[in-house]
């Protein structure tokens, strides 16, 4: 999986090489493995020392985070969120913002599409989602272990690709 995970991530970031990039993690640590998208960008924030990289904890509540993102004018967005796409549990892909509207993959948040769609509008950015199918969204429950696992690998997936993004004018 992280080979191919990162090869996904790395061809999602393709079109976007030349600005900034804001990535924003999503979850709500209170129910268990939806903090996925959390745990993966705060390792991230340890990994990755690109100026033109802006990493952002949004929680529960992305959307308080536009105005931001819209203001550090972005080439790419990525929203990371725990999503149920079928797969085992741990598992991570990339989506573009049409399979969410799909119904090909569940972020549990109904407004993800729209949060994306909308920063789409504002910014003109690229935006995709990375998806990290959860075993369990038990409210109080902390990350199962496999997906604290698997959370690792992404993030290290992630920052292998993200060290070597190059941007101009960022």
């Known amino acids: 999986m992280p080979e191919e995970f990162e090869s996904e991530f790395a061809e999602g970031l393709r079109c976007c090489r030349t600005g900034r990039l804001v990535i924003l993690g999503i979850g709500n640590e209170l129910r268990g493995d939806d903090a996925a998208g959390l745990v993966i960008i705060e390792k991230l924030r340890?990994?990755?020392k690109d100026s033109a990289v802006t990493i952002l904890n949004c929680a529960d509540i992305p959307e308080n985070f536009t105005g931001h993102v819209?203001?550090?004018a972005p080439a790419c967005i990525v929203l990371v969120d725990a999503a149920d796409f079928g797969g085992q549990p741990g598992d991570a892909h990339v989506f573009a913002l049409h399979d969410t509207e799909k119904g090909d993959v569940s972020t549990h948040k109904a407004s993800l599409a729209v949060l994306g769609e909308y920063l789409r509008s504002e910014t003109g950015?690229?935006?995709f989602i990375?998806?990290?199918q959860p075993d369990?969204?038990?409210?109080g429950s902390g990350l199962t272990q496999t997906v604290r696992k698997a959370s690792d690998s992404?993030?290290?997936a992630m920052s292998t690709v993200l060290n070597h993004y190059k941007t101009k004018g960022a």
Do not use: M
Not at 136 to 139: I, V
């Open 46 to 48: 340890l990994r990755v």
């Open 70 to 72: 819209k203001r550090l």
């Open 125 to 127: 950015a690229s935006v």
């Open 130 to 132: 990375i998806g990290v």
């Open 136 to 139: 369990s969204t038990e409210f």
């Open 154 to 156: 992404i993030s290290e």
